[in-house]
T-cell receptor, first 116, second 115 residues
């Protein structure tokens, strides 16, 4: 069975602070993909990044960066110099490639509030 | 449109009524998924189509839930004899079929309230 844990239920920061959202996953598969999605107050899930299990290279996209560590089964997401527009619920998700099951398994989400 | 669309955006049903939720995926996307998102929770998988074939329905919570995609494009999620526990946001997502990994693009969801 697969599981994604986002232990931080809610985080509040002041604008321009850096913030890291934690994601820990469990899977028995050797080939899998990890994702981060953003859900703003409007409700629509927005895709942010996809990472496969064989690629542990960290990635940076503007103010966003992701740290994938297979040894600790973690896929953490850092926002540098946070902005009010970053306020949303962020979900980490996992899918298996070994079984061919295409469903995403989501964590329970972390609500980020960025105060001006 | 360019994205996934869902209708209606909001639905209020009395307990025991049947409801039908529609999803229009991104044009050309082979895969289509339905998820259920309870308040304050992450989305939970319901069912998956590849073209018109329903390849995985392991997440459907009961036989009151039924989904179809007869022509491999638009999909409908039907809930019969709605119960209060069915109140949730129902999300549809679509993706291209690729050999190695893919991202799912989500619609805005249908918020179902059963009274």
């Amino acid at each position: 069975a697969q599981k994604v844990t986002q232990a931080q239920t809610e985080i509040s920061v002041v604008e321009k602070e850096d913030v890291t959202l934690d994601c820990v996953y469990e899977t028995r598969d050797t080939t899998y993909y990890l994702f981060w999605y953003k859900q703003p107050p409007s409700g629509e899930l927005v895709f942010l990044i996809r990472r496969n299990s064989f690629d542990e290279q960290n990635e940076i996209s503007g103010r966003y960066s992701w740290n994938f560590q297979k040894s600790t089964s973690s896929f953490n997401f850092t926002i540098t110099a946070s902005q009010v527009v970053d306020s949303a619920v962020y979900f980490c998700a996992l899918t298996s490639m070994d079984t061919g099951r295409r469903a995403l398994t989501f964590g329970s989400g972390t609500r980020l509030q960025v105060q001006p | 449109g360019a994205g996934v669309s869902q209708s209606p955006r909001y639905k209020v049903a009395k307990r025991g009524q049947d409801v039908a939720l529609r999803c229009d995926p991104i044009s050309g996307h082979v895969s289509l998924f339905w998820y259920q998102q309870a308040l304050g929770q992450g989305p939970e998988f319901l069912t998956y189509f590849q073209n018109e074939a329903q390849l995985d329905k392991s997440g459907l919570p009961s036989d009151r839930f039924f989904a179809e995609r007869p022509e491999g494009s638009v999909s409908t999620l039907k809930i019969q004899r709605t119960q209060q526990e069915d109140s949730a946001v129902y999300l549809c997502a679509s993706s291209e079929w690729t050999s190695g990994g893919y991202e799912q693009y989500f619609g805005p969801g249908t918020r179902l309230t059963v009274t």
